[in-house]
């Protein structure tokens, strides 16, 4: 199958396309430029594998929780890749995705990314099944859902920089990773085909990003009206 992926849940985005058995990713590392650069690059990574759009067979993207500005950033734009072409458009959870390879693994699976300092979307699984919700915590608060008994695989972009925390806060748990950590562009390509396979529902125009917490620019501006109805 053809097809086109983006991972856009953290700064960091990276953009796959897929032409039956061959690939080429590209991965954008350059912070406020992304917006300017997304589209080139899903151009080249299309190009290289001589894709035109309408080539497609179905495009798939990192549908949240993650960076808000990446997440905005690549749905619109598959958005209106897949709107002009007829392409269908599979959002994949993020915490989903970057744990699909570890869906063999006997000991319970982490996946996390950083939210800001300390806090993070968490997510557990257990052989690929959904053991809780995507939910946003602190490092204290995730940890004390883990069995001190119990050994956890943790993945996900921020798996390395969690572990480390985890053993500063704390030596009664067996958290480990691998690195280094690998983008979830591939990821997106098998879970997507398998949910075609099931004929699963594309997105739709109306769907948006899944959210976990709310924007910064959320909190300031709720902070704003408790302040102006003298409630703080």
């Known amino acids: 199958m053809n097809a086109l992926a983006i991972d856009c849940a953290v700064s960091k985005i990276a953009i796959a396309a897929k032409k039956d058995t061959m690939l080429t990713k590209l991965v954008l590392n350059v912070g406020t430029k992304q917006s300017e650069k997304l589209l080139p690059s899903i151009d080249f990574v299309l190009n290289e594998l001589e894709l035109k759009p309408s080539d497609l067979d179905y495009t798939t993207i990192t549908s949240g929780p993650g960076s808000f500005t990446g997440l905005r950033l690549g749905l619109s734009s598959l ?17 989903e995705a970057y744990s699909l390879q570890y869906k063999d693994s006997p000991e319970s699976v982490l996946s996390v990314i950083e939210a800001k300092e300390d806090e993070y979307y968490y997510q557990f699984f257990l052989r690929g099944k959904k053991l809780s919700e995507p939910e946003d915590k602190t490092i204290e608060e995730i940890i004390k859902q883990i069995d001190q008994e119990s050994s956890v695989l943790v993945c996900g972009p921020g798996a390395s920089s969690f572990c480390s925390r985890v053993n500063e806060i704390s030596q009664l748990y067996s958290v480990h990773c691998y690195v280094p950590e690998i983008d979830a562009t591939e990821n997106l390509f098998v879970i997507a085909e398998e949910l075609i396979k099931n004929k699963a529902e594309p997105m739709q125009d109306y769907d948006g990003p899944l959210y976990v917490r709310k924007s910064e620019a959320e909190l300031v501006y709720e902070q704003k009206q408790l302040k102006n109805s003298g409630s703080i």
């Not at 958005?79 to 915490?95: C, F, Q, W």
């Open 79 to 95: 958005k209106a890749l897949t709107l002009s072409h007829k392409i269908p458009l599979y959002g994949i959870p993020s915490l």
